[in-house]
């Protein structure tokens, strides 16, 4: 039922380890998007990838790598982790690039890197 | 870099009362759009308005939208204890979709 999920919800490492968040929607769309949310609620876009493709990829760090295997996943891979990298991730998702835009979020995956 | 700037930064009201939050921007946009985030949550589109637009309806939430002063409001009528959340403006520019979003307002609405 649920349209956009992700998983895991919780995530606690430690500092070096290489972990991978998975996302999954079932609404159709072509859209996908990895966002990133800081202690300050600042919500900052990472990847989009359009039909497997992709087509926004912001300044971030090379240690995440997005793999898309079909239009309807988006998964996240974060190497070497650091503690800067603590923060909610959250996984969304819309029609189609270049239409109204209007997004579909996941519940968000809370990364607590120690 | 940040698109949106909302304020105030936290608003405290009684239930029942009308909540209005601000939203400024900097650059040209496609369409500007507000979202809500409850507690611990993921984001829920709350509406949406194109920039030839100027305002727009939907339940008790109004929006407006001043192109030339680059900025948008969101109007919550007659507030609920749910309504307690936080509230993002966002901006879609470009031709992939990108949305920026603002820092957020945290929105209490007393019982």
């Known amino acids: 039922d649920t349209a956009v999920s992700q998983t895991p919800k919780y995530l606690v490492t430690q500092m070096g380890n290489d972990k991978s968040i998975k996302c999954e929607q079932n609404?159709?769309?072509?859209?996908m998007y990895w966002y990133k949310q800081d202690s300050k609620k600042f919500l900052k876009i990472m990847f989009s990838?359009?039909?497997?493709?992709?087509?926004i990829n912001e300044t971030v760090p090379n240690r995440f790598s997005p793999k898309s295997p079909d239009k309807a996943h988006l998964n996240l891979h974060i190497n070497s982790l650091e503690l800067g990298d603590s923060a909610v991730y959250f996984c969304?998702?819309?029609?189609?690039?270049?239409?109204?835009?209007?997004?579909?979020f996941g519940p968000g995956t809370r990364l607590t890197v120690t | 870099s940040q698109q949106g700037e909302e304020d105030p930064q936290a608003l405290s009201i009684q239930e029942g009362e009308n909540a209005t939050m601000n939203c400024s921007y900097k650059?040209?946009?496609?369409?500007l759009q507000w979202y809500r985030q409850n507690s611990g949550r993921g984001l829920v589109h709350l509406i949406l308005i194109r920039s030839n637009e100027r305002e727009k309806h939907s339940g008790r939430l109004r929006v407006t939208l001043d192109t030339s002063k680059k900025s948008s409001s969101l109007l919550i009528t007659a507030s609920r204890a749910a309504d307690t959340a936080s509230y993002f403006c966002?901006?879609?520019?470009?031709?992939?979709?990108?949305?920026?979003f603002g820092k957020g307002i945290t929105l209490s609405v007393r019982p």
């Open positions: 609404l159709g769309h072509d859209t």
């Open positions: 966002a901006t879609l520019t470009g031709a992939n979709s990108k949305l920026t």
């Open positions: 969304a998702s819309s029609q189609v690039a270049g239409g109204p835009g209007e997004q579909y």
């Open positions: 990838y359009n039909n497997k493709e992709l087509i």
């Open positions: 650059t040209s946009i496609n369409n």
